[in-house]
Each structure stands twice: as C-alpha cells, then as structure tokens.
C-alpha cells in the first residue's frame, strides 16, 4: 500500500505535520511518498533531505510554487495523484489541506474523509477516526481504497528521521494559464510577544465576553509570569492582537504549562497546543471537549477563578 | 460585479450533542439550528463588498428545515436575492460533497463572478464546500481567507496559514473562496428589518444535479469518551484557585 | 414721569425674556406629537398632589421642606410683586381694599423671614451638606439665582421700612419691616430722606425682579414655568407600557431618534424642565456602581445639546446627531430601566423612554455590544436568549409528579407563562420545578404553551429592538389567542410586565397575575395548608417589574408574612426599591461594574439590618443575580437567598402531613 502525502513547507523548512502524516502512513504499514513542490529542484532535494522516514519523494519545480499557490498545488497534486495511483493520498488538514484535499477529491473522483485523528486498516477498508461538531463528537468512517484523508495536525507525532534521504523523481505538470498568483507573504510583526517559545502560557477564551474583562486575565498572566494568549473568538472579535492567537490559523505552542480559561477546546484549538507539558482547563460547562485533552480541569467561572488565583499566586511569591 | 454567498444551517454547539440510535446522525429532537458562524462571516463579507462596490449578492441554501427563515435573514443583513435549493424534508443531514453539485448547477445559472461561503462547517467530513466547489465549476478556489478586496477582474484574497503567517493572493475571477473572517465582525440586524422581510417569498428551484455520493452510510457517530481525560478539581473558584497554584508549586512551575 | 420710565422698563424685560423663552422654546412647535391632552380633569387633580402638597419633592426631607418654604413665599410674595408694578405702572392701583396694607402685609412680613430661612437652608444644603446627588449640576446657576431671590426680598423689606420711617410710625402688620424702620431712622433716615430712601428701595425692587425675569429662561429656574405643564402633560399610560417610536408626521413608519427634532415636544419639554436636583442620579443603579450613566446629567446634556442646536433645529439640514455626539452609546447601554428615577424625579421627567428611543437608533444601525448582539441574534433565531431550540423550552417539567397540561390542546384555569430564564436556567428551573409542584398540590388547573412560548419580549423592548419585540409578541399573542383558560400566571415580572402592561397595546388584553397573587389566594382559600415551621427574619426585595412598574407590593409581603416569618423592610423597599442591575437588556450584556455592583450593596443593605437570615425574592432573575452576591460577598453562612417558592414549599403540608 502507498500513500501520497503533500509536504507543506516554508521558508526551506518541511512542516511538522508532513512529518506526523509520514509516521501515520508507517503506522497503518504503507509507504510514505512525499510530494514537494517548490521553486526548483534545487529546493526540492533540499527539503526531501528533511524527510528521512519517507520512502520516495516526487518533486515538482516551479517558479509559481515558490511558496503555497492553492492553484497549482492542486494540479501538482492532481496530477501526482493521476500518475501514480496512490492507494491513500493524504495532507494535514491546515489551510492548504483545506483547500486540496476535498478539490483533488473532486478532479479524481475519489472519496475522502476530513479532520481525521486516527486510521486503522482493516482489510481492504480504511478505518478513518474525525473529531466532528468541534470535537463533540466522534465519526469512525469506513473507507474502501483509493481514497484521501486530511490529518488534524498534532494527530499523531511526528517520529524521528531514520533512514537517508529518500530517493527524488521530478515530475513534470502543466502549470501554464495559473488563475492567481501570491503577490506577498506577510509576516507577523515582531512586537514582543512570542508565543512559540514561550514557557508559560495563559489562554483566555470567548468566555471572556470583551475587552472589558482583560484586565483580569492580565493580572493571572503577569502574577503567573506568564504569555497572555487567546483563542481564535477572542482575536475575531478584536479583543486581542493576532499575535497572540493559539491554534490552526495560530501559533502552536508547547509550553511547559498551558492554563486556560473559557475556551472549550474546539480542535482548531487543540491543535495548536495539545503538545503542552501540562493543560490545565477552566471552563464553566463540565461538557467542555477541552476536558478530553487537559491533564487538569475544573469547572468553575472563570472571573471567579481569575482574581483568586491572581491573589494566590501573588501570596505565594 | 455579482457574488454569491452559500449559507448553510448547523446545530448549536452550546448544547450537548447526542447521537441518534444507528449512530448515523446526531440525535436531532432538541437541537436547534443556527448559521455556519464561518457562513456568517462570508454573508456579512458579500454584503461589505456590496457596500464598497456596489456589487449585487445573491444568497443561496440549500436546507431540509430553515432554509426560508435564514434567507429572510440574508436579505435583512442586506443581500439583493435569495434562492433556496429544494432538497426535500427527510434530508435533513447532507454533507457538502452530497450538496456541491446542486450548488454547482445554481451557480451556473446564476453566474456570479465571486461565491464566497465559509471555510468550513464542523461537521463537513466529507470534504469542505469551497474547494469542491472549486474544483466542479473550475474556477480558482482559495480557503482560510480573511480578507477580500474586489478589483478589476481580480480579488485580492488574504489567506492565513499557522503561526500568524499569510499571503497576499491576487486571483483571477470568477473565483471561489472559504472565508474565514470578514474584514469587520458581523453587525447587528435590528428585528424591524427581519420583521418587514418576514412576509415575502423566498424563491426556491427544484434541482435538476443528483447528490454528490459520500461516505455518509459509511460513518459510525459516538460522543467521545472524555473520562480518561483530565483530573478534575472540585470545590469554589478559591479552592480550584488553591489546588492550581499546589500544582504549579509541586512542578516548579511558580 | 417715573410710569412711562417703569414701562420702558418692564417691557423691554419682559420682551426680552420673552424672547429668550421663545428661542427655547419654539422647536417644541416642530417636534413631533405626544398626544397627551386626554382626561384632563385626571391631569389637573394630579398637579395638586405633585406641586401643592409636593408629594415627591418631600420624599427627600430637608430639600422638600427648602423648596416647601420657598415655594409657598414666592406664591405670597408675588402679591408684592403686584403692587410694585401695579401701583408704578398704574398709577392708583393698590392692594389695599382688600388688605394690601393689613394681612396681606402680615403675610408678606412673615414668609420674608420664611423664605430667607428656606434660602438659607439651600444655600446650607448646597455648599456646607453637598449631597452627592449635586455633582454634575450646575453650581454657578444656583448661586446667581441665590443672588437675585435675596435682593428682590430685602429691597421688599426695606422698601416698606422707609415709607414707615418717613413718619417714624412702625406698623404691627409689618413688624419685619418695622423691626428695621428703627436703624433706619437711627441712621437720620426720616421724613424726606425716607421717601428718597423709599424710591430708591423701591427701584431696586423693580430692578432686582426684572433682572430675574430676563434671567430665568436661561436657568434650570424656568422650571418655575414648566413643572406645571410637565406635570401636568405626564404620560398616564400604563407604567409598563414604553411608548411605541413616535411616528414620522405623514407618513406611518415609526422613526427612530437620531437627532433633537426626531423626539416628541414632551420630550424637549422634559429637557427644559430638569432642575438638576439630581434625585434621579441619587437612586440610580447604574450611577451607583460607577457605570457611565447619571440620569440627570443624561437630561442636562441632552437639553444642552438641545441648546446649542435650538434656533436651526426645524432646518431639515441641521440635524445633530444625538447618540456619539452629546450622549455616548455606554451611557445608553448603562441603563438598567428600572424606572427609580422617573418615580423620584419631582417634575416627572421620563428618563426611560429617552434611553429606549436612543437605544433604538443605535441597534437600527447594527452598533450593539457583542454579547447583546449574540443574545439578540438568539432571540431571532430560536425565541430565546440562550439559543436553545424551543423544542427543549419543556424540558423542566420533566420528572414533575404530575403531567403539566398542554393549553394549546386543552383548557385550562391558568395558563402559565414560564419565561426564558424560569425554563432555561438551571438554578430557576428548579424553582419552577417546585412552583408546578406548588400548583399542583393545591389542584390547580395549570396549562403551559410547550415550545408554543417565545421570550415575551421584554427586555428585548428595552434593550432597543422594537421590531424584534414585535415579532416575539404578535408570536406569542397568537398563541395565547387560541388557548381556552381564565388567567395568566407568571414568575417572572418582567414577562408579567410584558403580558399585563405592554400586550394591550398590541391588541391583546389578558387577565394576568403574579404567582405571589395565585400563592396568596391559594393560601387564603386554604388550598394551600401552612404550617408554620421556624419563623424566620426575613426581608424582602421588590424587583423592578412586579412593584414600581405594576404596584405589586403587598402580595409577596402577605405571603411571606401568612408563612409565619418576620418580615423585616430595607430602608430601600417598594417603589424606592433598588434594582438588581439586571433589567432592560443588562442581562444579556458585559458586566463590568466601575464600582460595587449594585447586587452586592443590595446585600449588604440586607444584611445591616441585622440578624436577617433570609433574602427572599419573587423573580427568578434576581435569585441568580442574588444568589451570585452572596457568593461574591462571601457571605453564604450568614444569609440565604431563597425565592418565594422555595419558602412556600418548606412550610405548606403535604399530603402525607394532612394524613397523619
């Protein structure tokens, strides 16, 4: 069995989930084979260097696919996938996964299963697990192959690099008469706030219902000697800068603790910060998903808890 | 300049979901239903570039229950049109790739030069509308897109990766894009305006597409065994507080 | 030669002041209608209460009895206002056939020495007392008219004086002005000197009072001029009842109020007849826990926005936004409707209505808080606040030991309007739990409309969304139109205040009780068996709903009272009740309080009186709101919120009881 997995990069560096979506491929006993699409071979190989555990690499050059274009990945994709016959074409389930696997769904006529968590093999079917309804539940789907899956990133880790790097094999692919093009990549300002490396972090959900009520959390982060975070509702709404946005659309953090408040736990969430050394969850619905993943939780209100624990935090230095 | 917006119905994840006895569906007897709040970003989005460009947008669902009264609303918040795409009652659970190609025909005939709908709907499993859509009228498609700037010929899109990152897209239309957010939250409709819309008749059309095959007879539904999960601490805020700050003093952590 | 001269004089004042009133008062003319010249005979015997016996104005003691004193001297010194124009301007004229120079005299000696106590006492109370209520008003306008009100009674006095001087007779009908006839003379004012004198005092007199008339248009004194219309043109529909947006003249679409000229002329009237006393400020809830809002200064800055815009104010062109411009969207937003200011304010400003109106602009517009706006939107969608579908509007009647009845399918005696909060919250749940058991107990034939119940739209109203609120009440109207049953029942007041106070305007005129009212029969009628356990001491807080705005008062009170506890009153009880903080939309909104909330001071009003055990309630949002202050207080060993139910509960018998 073989699996076509998209490798996602930036800045010369494969992502981690092209990584975790190779180790899922070895965990259900089939061949990973990467496809990297990048400027020039030049890149390709350099990035197939970074892919130790894949047991082949199919590598497409292009000036267009110096950095992600949803239209010609797709018709890389596309045609990797027409070429090849992959049993199982998978990518993670980011922004790109998003845009890829349902289109390539659709051009190849095959089916496919979203946010999944999990697979297993059974026989000639593909057991796909997804966390549905913002991981209130749960959908065990029974996949006959060829099909494609989209990956919640962080499912799986990513195991380490073993063996050299695959062997490349370039792969030419029409890509005259592209329908867009990315005029710029736009970075984040540098403003002090660092999510990514941060020890500790504070994370404060829509709970938290306005501007008004920062404050509050302000003082657990600053009492915690803590990064203020929030969940995506919380910088929507404009309460919180971008850059302190955990999750998908995000950063993913893996702090030493990860402290929230009012955030339910949605996957996009968890994706960004299930790794954390230790979760501890508040949040006044007891049905909260965040429950499932935290190492502590507790179900209280949160502008009850966050003035006492400011208080003992502050007590106790 | 005309865009499209396709809005879809989902339950209200405030409530605990179960699920139904064959574990095909969720068990819809106390569930409400409510916009795809991504849907919601991608109406309040058409109607901003409407304002910005005097573009025409016509809403379209395609919903067993609800549809009317969330086209109502559609037309309320501002949009010139509405469709509702007939599907029949007893189908009250259709995922996007069953739907897509209804969608498809509608658009189509509707021939707009932007469909903006939401990124994605929590319970798309089979594949989210966008890209779908995309990839069945062979327009350009982007997802996870938080910005929209209409020009000529072109959208300038924003789309957002992980880590804060995004680029700038400039695509060529007609095109299709999964919003993520509007350039402004959605605003308030005051009830007078629902109110005064409440009466009229929301045109609808009988399909002439087939629903897109899914895997939907192939998917089990359970609520996640959560109890292996965290420990959790009981008492008041004072005492949850206390039994914190313990476990962040037992790890060195304060 | 002096006449033509007093001509000149008091015409050019009275043409200036009268100008000066005209420019005021002239948008008024514009503005659009109000309609309240109906039951005039009501309107008038009102003002008698209101500014004879200054009904309200004595709600606040000292300042009641200031005003009393001087009200009641420039009402007996008008007469010497009259004789000083009467006799200057018609040579001849005098008072004196009917007692000008005897009782009349008397009189005027007497409320000299009143009014100079009443003025004393004000000036005491505003510069050495300084009520908090006064911050904000203006300060400078007080003392002008401080200075202008002293002269006009000493010139009075001493006018009199000297004409006694020029004989050196004093007068035991003036023994004011006798009493300084003496330093006069003692001074060589006598005889000649005297009548110059006399002249003199006498031109200070027309001075100082022409002075004041050309001055009080431009003061918060006018309301000399306009309490008495405002009194009189107060609404005299139901208190629960918030005027519909006034309607655009010609056409019938309602307009909401963006500018000055979009209020009714009883509005602007309002504006113009705020005396800055600051009562309302004094007992509002917002104001009291540092929330952007102080209804009088909401008045003072609407009137002098008003003001600077007057003279262009029918210009179509010339419209100042109202809501951003002199009034901010959270001072709006502050509001909790509770309606203690309107019951205190002495010239029956109607606060609330403005606040809704300006509300209503802004949610026409799409500019509400976020956490209003998520509330609203459930509202629209589902018919409640919390977004739940109305499938599960029931779901607490389940377990109940009876199967409460459908009244859509069958009829019933009593229909029972559960509301939003009593059917969703899990804390009010329970207590409807216990009301139907109640009801059921005492064989009470007892309906509810299932998922036929919208929100009643309320606070909805309230909070500004005037086409939502219609949606929900035609929806539930049209419910209750096709139900068989003789009364509706209600925990809630403010789905009560909906039901009883604002659905006749739409057409709908039901028979609706509290369940305090029911319980109360039910005991009387002995349905309902008390046996006293433990008395407690207990207090009561009236929510805003059921007392001020329905003057359901006493029902709770006999209930509370025939369960055997001691009911012991807060200083604030009935119509001076303080609001929870919950009312008029503020449920559904941030609540970030600058200062205590208004919960918490309630409580501890409470608990000041000592040895209370127990907080009792009748409206299942102040059991949480309540029940959340002891909470934050810390104070749940000391005192217990407890709604009326869950008391009638522990001490009515059951039937196992009755059985032994």
């Known amino acids: 069995m073989r699996c076509l997995i998209f490798v996602e990069h930036s800045d010369g560096t494969v992502s981690e989930s092209a990584l975790e979506l190779g180790a899922m491929a070895k965990s259900i006993g089939a061949e990973a084979v990467g496809l990297i699409c990048a400027a020039d071979p030049g890149a390709v190989n350099a990035l197939a260097g970074q892919l130790g555990s894949f047991d ?64 297993e093999l059974d026989g000639d079917t593909l057991n796909a697990m997804s966390t549905v309804y913002s991981g209130k539940l749960v959908a065990r789907t029974g996949m006959d192959l060829p099909g494609i899956v989209a990956v919640m990133p962080g499912a799986v880790k990513a195991d380490g690099l073993s063996g050299g790097a695959p062997a490349v094999e ?6 005259s008469g592209l329908r867009m093009r990315v005029t710029e990549t736009l970075v984040p300002e540098n403003t002090g706030v660092n999510l990514a490396d941060a020890e500790k972090i504070f994370c404060v959900g ?21 990064e203020l975070a929030g969940s995506r509702p919380v910088i929507d709404a404009g309460w919180m800068p971008k850059v302190r946005q955990v999750g998908k659309s995000g950063t993913k953090v893996k702090p030493r603790l990860y402290l929230m408040a009012g955030v339910s736990g949605a996957p996009e969430h968890l994706e960004g910060m299930a790794n954390s050394e230790l979760i501890i969850a508040i949040n006044s619905d007891e049905q909260a998903p965040i429950f499932g993943t935290a190492h502590y939780g507790a179900v209280c209100d949160m502008f009850e808890l966050m003035p006492a624990l400011t208080e003992r935090l502050t007590a106790g230095k | 300049m005309h865009i499209a917006a396709i809005l879809r119905l989902n339950p209200v994840l405030t409530e605990e979901l179960e699920v139904d006895e064959d574990g095909r569906d969720i068990d819809r007897e106390w569930i409400g239903l409510e916009l795809n709040p991504f849907d919601d970003q991608a109406l309040e989005q058409a109607v901003l570039l409407k304002e910005a460009t005097g573009a025409k947008v016509t809403a379209l669902a395609a919903e067993a229950e609800g549809g009317e009264r969330l086209l109502k609303t559609a037309l309320a918040r501002g949009v010139d049109e509405v469709l509702l795409i007939e599907v029949g009652e007893e189908n009250v659970q259709l995922s996007s790739r069953a739907r897509a190609p209804l969608f498809q025909e509608a658009l189509e005939g509707l021939a707009p030069d932007l469909v903006l709908t939401g990124v994605l709907s929590t319970d798309d499993i089979y594949g989210e509308l966008a890209p779908q859509l995309g990839a069945l009228l062979d327009w350009p498609q982007v997802s996870a897109v938080s910005n929209v700037a ?60 087939d629903f897109g095959a899914d895997l939907a007879d192939a998917t089990e539904l359970e609520v996640p065994d959560t109890s292996g999960g965290a420990e959790m601490l009981t008492g008041d805020a004072e005492a949850v507080a206390a039994r914190i700050h313990e476990i962040l003093v037992e790890r060195g952590l304060v | 030669m002096t006449t033509p001269i007093l001509w000149a004089l008091t015409l050019t004042a009275m043409a200036i002041s009268g100008w000066r009133f005209w420019v005021r008062f002239r948008p008024l003319l514009a503005a659009r209608p109000a309609g ?25 003691s000292y300042s009641g009895i200031l005003h009393a004193l001087i009200f009641s001297s420039f009402l007996v010194l008008f007469t010497a206002i009259l004789e000083s124009f009467g006799s200057g301007l018609f040579p001849g004229f005098s008072l004196t056939a009917i007692g000008g120079e005897t009782w009349i005299a008397l009189l005027q000696n007497i409320f000299a020495v009143v009014i100079t106590i009443g003025l004393g006492m004000a000036i005491y109370h505003r510069f050495v007392i300084r009520p908090e209520r006064f911050e904000g008003s203006k300060t400078r306008d007080a003392t002008i008219i401080y200075v202008l009100a002293t002269p006009i009674v000493i010139t009075m006095i001493l006018e009199a004086s000297a004409r006694l001087a020029i004989d050196g007779q004093g007068s035991a009908w003036r023994p004011v002005s006798t009493l300084f006839m003496y330093p006069m003379m003692a001074l060589g004012i006598t005889g000649h000197a005297a009548e110059q004198a006399e002249g003199v005092f006498y031109w200070a007199h027309i001075l100082a009072i022409l002075a004041f008339l050309v001055y009080i248009p431009g003061s918060k004194h006018r309301h000399m001029f306009t309490a008495g219309p405002n009194i009189f043109f107060r609404p005299l529909t139901p208190k629960g009842q918030l005027p519909a947006p006034a309607p655009t003249p010609g056409e019938d679409t309602p307009t909401t109020v963006q500018a000055y000229r979009d209020f009714t002329w009883k509005d602007l009237l309002d504006t113009m007849s705020c005396t800055e006393c600051g009562r309302c400020q004094s007992v509002c809830p917002a104001h009291a826990q540092g929330k ?47 309606r203690a200011c309107m019951e205190v304010c002495p010239v029956h400003i109607e606060h609330v209505p403005k606040i809704v109106n300006l509300r209503r602009s802004l949610v026409e517009e799409g500019e509400v808080e976020p956490l209003l706006q998520s509330a609203l939107t459930n509202f629209q969608s589902q018919g409640n606040s919390y977004g739940k579908p109305a499938k599960q509007r029931a779901r607490w009647t389940k377990g109940l030991s009876y199967k409460i009845k459908d009244a859509r399918k069958e009829p019933v005696d009593i229909l029972w309007f559960v509301g939003d909060f009593a059917s969703f919250d899990p804390r009010a749940q329970k207590l409807s739990f216990l009301v139907a058991e109640l009801l ?20 909805v109203r309230r909070a500004g969304d005037e086409g939502l609120f219609e949606m929900l009440a035609m929806h539930n109207i049209e419910q209750l ?31 609706v009780v509290h369940y305090s009212e029911l319980f109360l029969e039910l005991i009387k009628a002995d349905r309902l068996r008390i046996n006293p356990g433990q008395a407690g001491r207990v207090t009561y807080h009236d929510p805003c709903y059921l007392g001020r705005y329905n003057g359901i008062f006493d029902a709770p009170r006999d209930v509370i009272r025939a369960l055997g506890h001691e009911l012991i009153e807060m200083p604030r009880n009935r119509d001076n009740s303080f609001c929870c903080g919950a009312g008029g939309g503020r449920i559904f909104m941030e609540d970030s309080p600058g200062g205590e909330r208004t919960s918490e001071s309630r409580i501890r009003e409470a608990m000041e009186l000592g040895d209370i055990d127990t907080f009792v309630v009748a409206c299942p949002k102040d059991v949480v709101m309540y029940s959340a202050a002891v909470q934050a207080l810390g104070v749940e060993d000391r005192i217990a919120v407890r709604d009326l139910a869950e008391l009638i509960t522990e001490t009515v018998e059951t039937e196992e009881r009755v059985a032994q």
């Open chain 3, 36 to 60: 309240r010249t109906d039951r005039i005979a009501d309107r008038l015997s009102f003002m008698v209460g209101d500014i004879g016996l200054h009904r309200r104005l004595l709600r606040f």
């Open chain 1, 56 to 119: 082949a690499v199919i590598g497409v050059a292009d000036d267009s696919l110096a950095t992600y274009n949803p239209d010609a990945a797709a018709r890389a994709l596309t045609a990797a996938t027409e070429a090849h016959k992959p049993d199982l074409v998978m990518t993670s389930y980011s922004a790109a996964g998003v845009d890829l696997a349902p289109n390539v769904a659709i051009r190849t006529g095959r089916q496919m299963v979203g946010y999944v968590s999990g697979l």
């Open chain 3, 481 to 511: 139109e096709v139900c068989e049953f003789n009364r509706i029942m209600t925990t809630d007041p403010h789905s009560l205040n909906a039901l009883k106070s604002e659905y006749p305007a739409l057409g709908a005129a039901f028979d």
């Open chain 2, 150 to 209: 209409l020009g000529d010929g072109v959208a300038t899109l924003q789309q957002e990766y992980s880590g804060g990152i995004s680029a700038r897209i400039e695509v060529q239309l007609p095109a299709v894009v999964g919003l993520q957010a509007a350039t402004q939250p959605p605003r308030y409709v005051a009830g007078s305006k629902l109110r005064d819309l409440l009466k009229v008749e929301v045109p609808t059309v009988e399909p002439g597409a």
């Open chain 3, 440 to 459: 059921g107990r005492a064989g009470v034939d007892v309906g509810i409309l299932y998922d036929g119940e919208r929100n009643s739209g309320n606070d």
């Open chain 3, 292 to 338: 952007p809002l102080s209804p009088k200064k909401l008045i003072m800055n609407l009137r002098d926005g008003y003001l600077t815009d007057q003279g262009l104010m029918d210009s179509p062109d010339h419209a100042m936004p109202i809501v951003g411009g002199t009034i901010q969207p959270e001072t709006l937003w502050s509001c909790t409707t509770c």
């Open chain 1, 206 to 226: 829509r709970a938290l219902g306005g501007t008004e009520k920062i404050e509050l959390a302000e003082n657990v982060a600053a009492a915690l000697g803590a």
């Open chain 1, 170 to 175: 370039m792969m030419d692919v029409d890509l």
